[in-house]
């Protein structure tokens, strides 16, 4: 409404891929190459961008103006490469952090294209939690039935506490 009517709003749903909990979704020996799945909520919602990107001569994507937008963002742009859009159809990046018709039309007028260094920094940082968690997390559902899984922040903690029952242990009152 902000737009006006020749623009057409869909919602992603938040992020439509991830890495898929199995063995070699990320492989360090190959570049960190990622292999990506759709995820089980994001089918109805990447139809409907499907159906109106083919019929665009640009698309807009104006997800959150954080490293996870960037990264939504940057997996629609994938998605829409995969089902072959046309090479004539733009693809844009906007960032706004209130939602007003001034700072809608604003962002708008300073579209660009996906910021590349955020994207990297997301895929360090998944590669990261994949790599260490798909390790650690086993030894957490042993020790801690119930529990989800452990990643890169969790680890370190894990550490710090390894480290002190290690120095309790050898402490010779």
Wanted: overall charge positive; cysteine-free.
């Amino acid at each position: 409404k902000y737009l006006g009517p020749d623009y057409t709003a869909v919602a992603s749903i938040g992020h439509i891929r991830d890495l898929p909990a199995k063995h070699r979704s990320v492989d360090p020996e190959n570049g960190f190459a990622m292999q990506w799945e759709l995820g089980e909520r994001s089918g109805k919602a990447l139809g409907e961008i499907l159906s109106n990107a083919k019929r665009a001569s640009t698309i807009y994507l104006a997800t959150h103006p954080d490293r996870e937008g960037e990264a939504i963002s940057w997996h629609i742009t994938e998605y829409l490469k995969e089902k072959n859009i046309p090479a004539s159809t733009a693809i844009k990046r906007v960032a706004f952090h209130e939602i007003t018709k001034a700072a809608v039309q604003e962002a708008f007028t300073h579209a660009r294209a996906v910021d590349k260094h955020l994207v990297d920094a997301y895929l360090a940082r998944r590669a990261l939690d994949y790599l260490v968690g798909f390790s650690l997390s086993p030894v957490l559902w042993r020790k801690l039935p119930g529990s989800r899984s452990a990643g890169r922040v969790q680890s370190v903690a894990l550490r710090i506490v390894v480290d002190r029952e290690v120095e309790i242990e050898r402490f010779k009152p």
